[in-house]
């Protein structure tokens, strides 16, 4: 089945930038809906972007439209989260996930394990 591993979370400072990678292997990501989710302490899981393979229709939060890139490299398989202007509230761990449609977590059926991004001083 599909693998999805994530890498590029860390500490950063308010108003800092990450890239978050998602590796797939065994199949080509270019066959699947793919996205990216969070969750922070004390929430539930919540869809922040995610990319149609179908036509390349992009979905995003409000809470990080204009701030965060979705893209993906087909040469590389890879998907990611290109994160500007950061804020603390967007401390979270971040999943990719593959298999679904739109921002919904529960359309999604392939998921990675997970990597933190802080945003603090």
């Known amino acids: 089945q599909l693998q999805l591993v994530e890498s590029g979370g860390g500490l950063v400072q308010p108003g800092g930038s990450l890239r978050l990678s998602c590796t797939a292997s065994?199949?080509?990501?270019?066959?699947?809906?793919i996205g990216w989710f969070r969750q922070a302490p004390g929430k539930e899981r919540e869809g922040v972007s995610s990319?149609?393979?179908?036509?390349?229709?992009?979905f995003y939060s409000d809470s990080v439209k204009g701030r965060f890139t979705i893209f993906r490299d087909n040469a590389k398989n890879a998907l990611y989260l290109q994160m500007n202007s950061l804020k603390p509230e967007d401390t979270a761990v971040y999943y990719c996930?593959?298999?679904?449609?739109?921002?919904?977590?529960?359309?999604?059926?392939?998921w990675g394990q997970g990597i933190q991004v802080t945003v603090s001083s």
């Open positions: 990319l149609s393979r179908r036509d390349e229709t992009t």
């Open positions: 065994r199949y080509t990501l270019n066959d699947y809906n």
């Open positions: 996930a593959a298999g679904g449609y739109a921002l919904d977590p529960w359309r999604y059926t392939y």
